[in-house]
């Protein structure tokens, strides 16, 4: 047997991302890179490539800061209501390889399970409704709930103080290379970044993905995966 990439006999608290992490990111890319263009493009008698080059400007101005992840922002924005539209397509909200396995071993062991997400609450229960996510998880935060968004550095202290936790005995598990920087500052036991959140493109480069620790006293291991079952022991 290979050595486990991590020893979960040390680990008290596993932070958990939901997309791209748990679900499948397929169900978002298909949505905001897809669906959405083709509506905005019929609504406005716009082509498709004029629709899909204005939103996706809008959405990179916007990338990384608490909006980017908030429906309410872009349904002003944008002048349609989200939500409704997010779930025409709701049929590719579905687990990823290993994520009901992974959570399930937890379970098993005593380890507490905490998702910690910047879906907006109402993509959250969307989600919840279809594949009762919430149910596998002891608890779950929003990052709107404190006003910023994962990749802030100040998230993970608020977080704490929500929701105790030992950052040396806590690993968290996100795709979002720019949340596992942040959370990094916090020294964590480990970082674990799931490289193929979407389960419809390739496995991504690790090389130019993973934070880079500049404090040399940060002790939080970096750990890319290409699938969730990688974590199985
Ligand atoms: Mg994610």
Redesign the pocket.
Known sequence: MPDPIIDWSEVETVLL?????LLD?YYDNHFWQQYLPEHYARLHSIDLAQARTLLSEKFQARQGELEFYCIEHWSRELELDILPLKSHVDEYVRYLPGALALLQMFGNRGIEKVLV??AHRQTLSLKDELVGICKHVDAHYASHDFGLPKEAVDFWPALANAHYFDPAKTVLI???SA?LDAASHYKLAACVLPLR?DSSQPVRNASHRLPVHRDKKNTTRLLPIESLLDLLP
Do not use: S
């Open positions: 991302d939901m997309d791209g992490t990111l997400t910047n996100d795709d979002n949340v959140p």
